[in-house]
T-cell receptor, first 114, second 112 residues
Framework: AQSVTQPDIHITVSEGASLELRCNYSYGATPYLFWYVQSPGQGLQLLLKYFSGDTLVQGIKGFEAEFKRSQSSFNLRKPSVHWSDAAEYFCAVGAGSGNTPLVFGKGTRLSVIA | DTAVSQTPKYLVTQMGNDKSIKCEQNLGHDTMYWYKQDSKKFLKIMFSYNNKELIINETVPNRFSPKSPDKAHLNLHINSLELGDSAVYFC???????????FGPGTRLTVT
């Protein structure tokens, strides 16, 4: 069974600074990996996904993530954070087949200060 | 057009009442889900239907009963509501289990 760990519960960054949110997964085969963002009072929105191919994937809102098989990681990055990026971020892992749904991490809350 | 919609957005009710939350998706997906998100933002999957067939039924009190009248709809009925049921409930859909999911806006349930 797959699992996801987001080691950081809460991160605070200054507006304009770079951001990296960590995600580690456990899965025996090649995983399907996702990052979601949840703004206050909203549902989860898909930021980006990785299935195969180029290990650096681009998403919406200027985010990117890099799949590193050797480290079982899929960290989310953004070069310059905006105040509107303050939200909860969830990493998720899925299987390529079968009935197993996505497994979500516990989330990382991002605060942005001026 | 809203891809995944839920009604109502807010639901305030008293202990012991029965309530339903409705979900509809217009993405043509085969799989739908119900999640419960607690105050710490932890997402817990409750149920999943694939082609109207229940495929995931996590450890959830049997007061919770999902119903999928067709592939585009998944409703959640809750009997005898308790204080601990207060949470945000999200509906989601995907074209197959394990694929990326698209979430509704959530229903905030408050039991008093």
């Amino acid at each position: 069974a797959q699992s996801v760990t987001q080691p950081d519960i809460h991160i605070t960054v200054s507006e304009g600074a770079s951001l990296e949110l960590r995600c580690n997964y456990s899965y025996g085969a090649t995983p399907y990996l996702f990052w979601y963002v949840q703004s206050p009072g909203q549902g989860l929105q898909l930021l980006l996904k990785y299935f195969s191919g180029d290990t650096l994937v681009q998403g919406i809102k200027g985010f990117e993530a890099e799949f590193k098989r050797s480290q079982s990681s899929f960290n989310l990055r953004k070069p310059s954070v905006h105040w509107s990026d303050a939200a909860e971020y969830f990493c998720a892992v899925g299987a390529g087949s079968g009935n197993t749904p996505l497994v979500f991490g516990k989330g990382t809350r991002l605060s942005v200060i001026a | 057009d809203t891809a995944v919609s839920q009604t109502p957005k807010y639901l305030v009710t008293q202990m012991g009442n029965d309530k339903s939350i409705k979900c509809e998706q217009n993405l043509g997906h085969d799989t739908m889900y119900w999640y419960k998100q607690d105050s710490k933002k932890f997402l817990k999957i409750m149920f999943s239907y694939n082609n109207k067939e229940l495929i995931i039924n996590e450890t959830v009190p049997n007061r919770f009963s999902p119903k999928s009248p067709d592939k585009a709809h998944l409703n959640l009925h809750i009997n005898s509501l308790e204080l601990g049921d207060s949470a945000v409930y999200f509906c989601a859909s995907s074209y197959r289990p394990g694929a990326e999911q698209y979430f509704g806006p959530g229903t905030r349930l408050t039991v008093t």
